[in-house]
T-cell receptor, first 114, second 115 residues
Framework: AQSVSQHNHHVILSEAASLELGCNYS??????LFWYVQYPGQHLQLLLK??????LVKGIKGFEAEFIKSKFSFNLRKPSVQWSDTAEYFC????????????FGQGTELSVKP | DVKVTQSSRYLVKRTGEKVFLECVQD?????MFWYRQDPGLGLRLIYF???????EKGDIPEGYSVSREKKERFSLILESASTNQTSMYLC??????????????FGPGTRLLVL
């Protein structure tokens, strides 16, 4: 069965530090890839997505992610985090053999110290 | 903007009670989904539906059922609530019908506590 792994469960950074959150999936076919974010007390919202084309995708609030097909990875990056980026981040994969189902990673909690 | 609403933000129920969680979307989406979110486990799919009166089991359907009588509304039913169903429940919707890989849009969640 397909799976999605987020290697970091809890990341603590100081403001202005650079961020990279890892995401790997286990499927060799066609995938759509997503990063969602859940700010404290708020609903899950889309940060960015990759469907096709340029493997480097840019999302809201200065986030970007790079799809590397050979590594089955879709890592999330931000060059300089802010305290307001404190949230939980979820990677998700929609594979072409899953009938429209999203498979989520376990989530990474990011805490940014002011 | 897509809007997905859930009937309650917080709910407290007793073991054995029948529980209804309601979800409504206003974008005429074909697909609707119910997930539960637990710390360290991410989101797990309970049931989904790609059309009115259609339903498909997700990864953890045991102890749950669903109902979709109208396109905009998708209900999750706990026939006899148990303490291990204490969780955050998230509803989502998307375009496209069966097999669609489109973006899913999420509601605010219902935090259910079963005593």
């Amino acid at each position: 069965a397909q799976s999605v792994s987020q290697h970091n469960h809890h990341v603590i950074l100081s403001e202005a530090a650079s961020l990279e959150l890892g995401c790997n999936y286990s499927y060799g076919g066609t995938v759509n890839l997503f990063w969602y974010v859940q700010y404290p007390g708020q609903h899950l919202q889309l940060l960015l997505k990759y469907f096709s084309g340029d493997p480097l995708v840019k999302g809201i609030k200065g986030f970007e992610a790079e799809f590397i097909k050979s590594k089955f990875s879709f890592n999330l990056r931000k060059p300089s985090v802010q305290w307001s980026d404190t949230a939980e981040y979820f990677c998700a994969v929609n594979a072409d053999n899953q009938g429209g189902k999203l498979i989520f990673g376990q989530g990474t909690e990011l805490s940014v110290k002011p | 903007d897509v809007k997905v609403t859930q009937s309650s933000r917080y709910l407290v129920k007793r073991t054995g009670e029948k529980v209804f969680l309601e979800c409504v979307q206003d974008m005429d989406h074909e697909n609707m989904f119910w997930y539960r979110q637990d710390p360290g486990l991410g989101l797990r799919l309970i049931y989904f539906s790609y059309d009115v009166k259609m339903k498909e089991k997700g990864d953890i359907p045991e102890g749950y059922s669903v109902s979709r009588e109208k396109k905009e509304r998708f209900s999750l039913i706990l026939e006899s609530a148990s303490t291990n169903q204490t969780s955050m429940y998230l509803c989502a919707s998307s375009w496209g019908g069966a097999g669609s890989q489109e973006t899913q849009y999420f509601g605010p969640g219902t935090r259910l506590l079963v005593l």
